[in-house]
């Protein structure tokens, strides 16, 4: 999801260039504290069967389908050292460290081995709030046979095409997984993601 912040738009009487985009200043540590506020993104609910595609379902249905609760936060807080670029994530007295990027609002975990980012949350411009991506996902192959589920979840955003690349489901060696929703023949046949954003505010 993109947040969009609003922009001072200057007129430009004696030049034909694009306008000036000032980013968001990023300046001295802040700490966030998760007070069990969150809120859905999205829910990605694709069945298989004759009629396959993506249908409409609420979290409570989710969660009394599937088992699946997605208000589990594991964390305490997180703290930002925007200075050195290094993001705390607290949980009782243990701490773990990450580096980090930001773009404007977007904050980036850094795979210290291959240098990728990972983006997982956002930081509003006042840093009142930060806001943490998680995804919950579930697959599920079931025919007249046998019936195989994995679900979990990941930082950050699964987007479609993750999705139906994420996992495949195994079963005595064999591969159960689907790459789009026209592989899901069977009725019950089911991949499920759902985006939260937890709300973590400013200490």
Not at 56 to 79: A, H, M, P, W, Y
Not at 99 to 110: P, T, V
């Amino acid at each position: 999801m993109k947040y969009l912040l609003p922009l001072l738009l200057l007129p430009a009487f004696f030049s034909c260039e694009k306008p000036d985009v000032f980013p968001i200043e990023h300046k001295g540590t802040y700490s966030f504290v998760f007070r069990n506020k969150y809120a859905i993104s999205d829910i990605y609910f694709y069945k298989g069967g004759v009629t396959f595609g993506r249908e409409v379902i609420t979290e409570k249905q989710v969660q009394d389908k599937f088992n699946i609760s997605v208000n589990n936060f594991n964390l305490d807080g997180v703290r930002i050292d925007f200075s050195n670029m290094i993001l705390y994530e607290t949980k009782g007295t243990a701490c773990t460290a990450y580096s980090i990027s930001i773009s404007n609002d977007s904050l980036y975990y850094i795979d210290n081995g291959n240098h990728e980012k990972e983006f997982v949350g956002v930081v509003t411009g006042d840093k009142s709030y930060y806001l943490y991506f998680k995804t919950y996902y579930l697959y599920r192959f079931q025919d007249d046979k046998r019936k195989i589920e994995s679900s979990g979840s990941i930082r950050g955003i699964l987007s479609y095409n993750d999705a139906f690349k994420k996992e495949n489901l195994f079963f005595s060696g064999k591969e159960y997984g689907f790459t789009s929703p026209a592989e899901m023949k069977n009725k019950n046949d089911v991949v499920c993601w759902i985006i939260v954003r937890f709300i973590l505010e400013k200490r």
